[in-house]
């Protein structure tokens, strides 16, 4: 099983429209943050959010918002209005703690959303 | 701030060679790490280096190396390249390890014939 699942691939939305990106995570670990990060087309991966374990309040930034829910492993990111600069794929990620050589918190990526906003 | 950069931006090579990509950490960050992303694997973590030392690992064969130097400026290599390792290769850095925040530069495409 994955550990990061964005079973949405892509999606589709007209201008305005406010859209869903589902991410839902599976771990032992009590500690663990989660991640959504933003690749346009250029390639760079720009960090949206981070959230620890500890921390299920949910957070609005401008159109974006976020729900953290433990109970069902799942941390949804809404766009409010989208535009069609929102257009790119959307990753979420989980960091759990790595052993190695020294330890540290490793991120594991889903496979991504692709959003297309239409003007 | 200057931004993480990476060099080459783009790079053709073929079967059997090898190839170096280098990556400067945003000043002031001393933690690097390497991502492989693929259309079929997707986002993987490569590795991990802090102080130029390599902290973790991902399940990648030996032919995938790194190294950290003192000014936290990272370089990653790849022997006998195969067509499999096509792919965008991102450098993040972070102030210290793991789950500080990583900020990721804009990759280098490899293309193995």
């Known amino acids: 099983a994955q550990k990061v699942t964005q079973a949405q691939t892509e999606i589709s939305v007209v201008e305005k429209e406010d859209v869903t990106l589902d991410c839902v995570y599976e771990t032992r670990d009590t500690t663990y943050y989660l991640f959504w990060y933003k690749q346009p087309p250029s390639g760079e991966l720009v960090f949206l959010i981070r959230?620890?374990?500890?921390?299920?309040q949910n957070e609005i930034s401008g159109r974006y918002s976020w729900n953290f829910q433990k109970s069902t492993s799942s941390f949804n990111f809404t766009i409010t209005a989208s535009q069609v600069v929102d257009s790119a794929v959307y990753f979420c990620?989980?960091?759990?703690?790595?052993?190695?050589?020294?330890?540290?918190?490793?991120?594991?990526f889903g496979r991504g959303t692709s959003l297309i906003v239409h003007p | 701030k200057a931004g993480v950069t990476q060099t080459p931006r783009y790079l053709i090579k073929t079967r059997g060679q090898q190839v170096t990509l280098s990556c400067s950490p945003i000043s002031g960050h001393r933690s690097v790490s390497w991502y492989q992303q693929t259309p079929g694997q997707g986002l993987q973590f490569l590795f991990e280096y802090f102080s130029e030392t390599q902290r973790n690992k991902g399940n990648f064969p030996g032919r995938f190396s790194g190294r950290q130097f003192s000014n936290s400026r990272s370089e990653m290599n790849v022997s006998t390249l195969e067509l499999g390792d096509s792919a965008l290769y991102l450098c993040?850095?972070?102030?210290?390890?793991?789950?500080?925040?990583?900020?990721f530069g804009p990759g280098t495409r490899l293309l193995v014939l």
């Open positions: 959230r620890n374990s500890f921390d299920e």
């Open positions: 990620a989980l960091s759990e703690w790595l052993p190695g050589s020294g330890g540290s918190y490793i991120p594991t």
């Open positions: 993040a850095s972070s102030l210290e390890v793991g789950v500080e925040t990583q900020y």
